[in-house]
């Protein structure tokens, strides 16, 4: 698929460009203050990898590559914007402020969320391709309602385009000129099934029949996401209805941990893709026009390390859940059953600890 | 010796060989051959008119599979994990199993939904689940699960032959339980369970994943001087009761044991009809061993959520105390 009409800001050459729909105004600390986000999100990830592979999490899914459409997206809301995330979205929790140990919880196998949404106006990742376009959808209604000046980020996949949740999210909010952003991240890949696998036309052109504007951007430039993301935001705090953004991007790793990619793809595609790299551009960028030196990337290094060292040690002691919470949390009101089936239970185990074994 | 996950690759081969209305579609089910590798290499051999590597859409995979059907094909289904059918619950239970009914019999539907389930494998959410009532419950579909390669082998071509949709439950805890195969014949029909072991003092129903963890139970009741009859229902609707009867009429103690949350679950539906049949020959009620009415724990969390040894000889304990 061709690129056609991909907004850029940042070549991957590290050249800053201009779009006149989407004019960036943004200061040299913002820039500097990105390039920190990028890195710090991409050495969460290689940690969070690590931890997988030294068995302390049960699986990882890679945000590798797609940091700059995250970060981007994820800079663009303001506090009160609510996202809605699918499994991926490390970069966004960043932005949003959620602790990075909190991330590795579901994926350690010691709960189903492990944060509370309303800390940060982030929800739970969400496994289930595509339902949760419709949660903030409905959620983007009832800001409607509030008349509050806030809006809705929805994120998902290439591959979710074609779940029936989504197109019914694009239409309700359609419908409704629901304050939410649709923000695609195309990264090629819905595990082993290529984009063509899904679609036969750009996914931004969707929009159009949908009726809401659709834009394709280059998701590894993290200036024109910002600018795209902020531009959508404020048509749906305008009252003006959805935006279908598609950050053009690539999934770096493999889908997840248990994914092998040699088995579908090309090693040359991962080749040329990394040198459209969302870090590396930023990086030249501020390298070349002297609005960073050694000290600031090394500081950054240092920094992202203490975070990775302090995430592993964070989680290697992350308790265990208690038995009990397999019951707790089920019912916001007391349910009989599951009152009966919890003292059963406690009282089984019970009769273990005291040398009542058969 | 063969996987059960080699045993149902091998088991679709031989029926896209011997049917050329055969098909296999789903997602990732291609070039990738499935998250658990049961489709691998079939794409190369038959190509992909036949092994159809779909958009990401359940709903959309089992509409069309029905469309396909109508048009004389057997599409057979990959949902690549239990609690992603969901978004096709309605095609399956609304449409896939009342067609024949409404159409007086005009219209087969011989479309089969494979379907791996269970937990155990330390997975993340909707990656466990054991949601076989859902489809018990639903009149016009037809619900098997194999326990062994040699079954996994067979009941997959017995399920593509029928006229009727089978939801085909694979444990895939079990995928990598090793066993031999007997390519010549099949030794049972698909609607029929299976006494796995004879035994005198109590009967262990079991399907599926479980049917391990019920063996590795008589073993230790052995040892104990209990004699344990441990049966493999294989077929969850219909349910094949007859020899469950007999069974009960012999030991007069009966455990039912399965992953899936006991309210309402296939155990309650086998207790009632024990009951029923066999009232005066029952020592004690019969019990059933199960997953709690909760939704399905954190990997954490699993081992306490998955019926095991230990619960079991518990139960039947009790149902001795009797
Ligand atoms: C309803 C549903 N069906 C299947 C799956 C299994 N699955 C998990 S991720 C995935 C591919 C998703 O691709 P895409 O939407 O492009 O997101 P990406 O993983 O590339 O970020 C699939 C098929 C699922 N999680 N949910
Ligand atoms: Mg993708």
């Known amino acids: 698929m061709s690129e056609l009409q991909l907004v850029q800001i940042l070549s991957p050459e590290g050249e800053l460009l201009t779009d006149p729909e989407y004019p960036l105004e943004i200061s040299t600390e913002e820039i500097r203050a990105l390039y920190r986000d990028l890195v710090m999100v991409r050495r969460f990830d290689v940690e969070a990898t690590a931890l997988q592979r030294q068995g302390e999490l049960g699986l990882w899914a890679q945000s590798l590559g797609q940091e700059a459409a995250q970060v981007g997206s994820g800079r663009a809301l303001i506090p009160g914007d609510y996202a809605f995330p699918t499994y991926r979205e490390h970069g966004v929790a960043w932005a949003k402020g959620v602790p990075p140990e909190k991330l590795l919880g579901m994926y350690r196998g010691i709960n189903h969320g492990g944060w509370n949404p309303h800390d940060n106006d982030f929800h739970l990742y969400t496994l289930v391709i595509g339902s949760q376009t419709l949660h903030a959808t409905g959620y983007a209604m009832g800001i409607q309602r509030d008349k509050s000046n806030n809006a809705v980020i929805a994120y998902f996949g290439d591959g979710a385009t074609s779940q029936g949740d989504v197109n019914e999210a694009f239409t309700f909010a359609s419908v409704y000129h629901a304050p939410v952003v649709f923000f695609c991240q195309n990264n090629q890949w819905a595990i082993s099934q290529p984009i063509e696998s899904q679609t036969k036309v750009a996914l931004y052109k969707r929009a159009a029949g949908f009726g809401f504007p659709g834009v394709r951007v280059d998701g590894n430039d993290v200036l024109a996401v910002l600018a795209v993301t902020r531009v959508a935001l404020a048509r749906a705090r305008a009252g003006e209805g959805p935006t279908l953004i598609e950050a053009f991007t690539y999934r770096m790793g493999a889908h997840t941990t248990s994914d092998d990619p040699s088995r579908y793809r090309l090693a040359q595609e991962l080749e040329e893709w990394k040198l459209k790299d969302p870090i590396a551009r930023v990086k030249s960028y501020l390298t070349r026009s002297g609005l960073a030196n050694e000290d600031f990337f090394a500081d950054i290094e240092k920094e992202a390390e203490a975070m990775a060292s302090k995430l592993r040690g964070d989680i290697i002691d992350a308790e265990d859940p208690y038995v009990e919470a397999i019951f707790d949390h089920v019912y916001a009101e007391p349910h009989p059953i599951l009152e009966a089936e919890k003292n059963a239970y406690i009282n089984y185990l019970e009769s273990f600890a005291e040398g009542d074994m058969k | ?322």
């Open chain 2, 1 to 322: 010796m063969i996987t059960i996950g080699k045993a149902i690759n091998m088991g679709l081969r031989r029926a896209l060989t011997e049917d050329p209305k055969v098909l296999v579609m789903g997602e990732d089910v291609g070039k990738l051959g499935g998250v658990f590798r049961v489709t691998e290499n079939l794409q190369s051999e038959f190509g992909e008119d036949r092994i159809i590597d779909t958009p990401l859409a359940e709903s959309g995979i089992l509409g069309t599979a029905i469309g396909l059907a109508l048009r004389g094909y057997r599409p057979v289904c990959e949902i690549q994990f239990d609690g992603f059918v969901y978004p096709a619950f309605d095609q399956i239970t609304s449409q896939l199993a009342k067609m024949h009914s409404r159409s007086l019999g005009t219209l087969k539907l011989p479309v089969v939904v494979r379907i791996p389930y269970g937990g155990g494998i330390g997975a993340v959410e909707h990656h466990s689940e054991s949601n076989e009532t859902y489809f018990a419950h639903t009149a016009g579909l037809r619900v098997v699960t194999c326990s062994n390669p040699n079954d996994a082998y067979w009941m997959i071509q017995q399920a593509i032959q029928s006229d009727d949709p089978v939801i085909f439950f694979e444990p895939k805890r079990r995928y990598w339980d090793k066993a031999e195969i007997d390519e010549a014949a099949p030794s049972l029909g698909l609607h029929e369970t299976r006494t796995v072991q004879e035994g005198n003092d109590l009967t262990l129903i079991s399907y599926g994943p479980t049917v391990r963890t019920a063996i590795e139970v008589a073993a230790v009741c052995a040892k104990e001087g209990r004699s344990v009859e441990v049966m493999d229902l294989r077929t969850l609707s219909p349910l094949d009761l007859a020899p469950v009867f007999e069974s009960a009429q012999k030991t007069g103690r009966v455990v039912i044991l399965h992953e899936a949350p006991t309210f309402l679950g296939l155990g309650a539906e086998i207790a009632s009809q024990i009951t029923e049949e066999c009232f005066y020959s029952l020592d004690a009620p019969v019990l059933r061993v199960g997953g709690f009415n909760v939704p399905y724990p954190p990997a954490r969390l699993e081992e306490h959520y998955l019926p095991d040894l230990d619960r079991t000889l518990d139960a039947i304990d009790r149902a001795f105390a009797f």
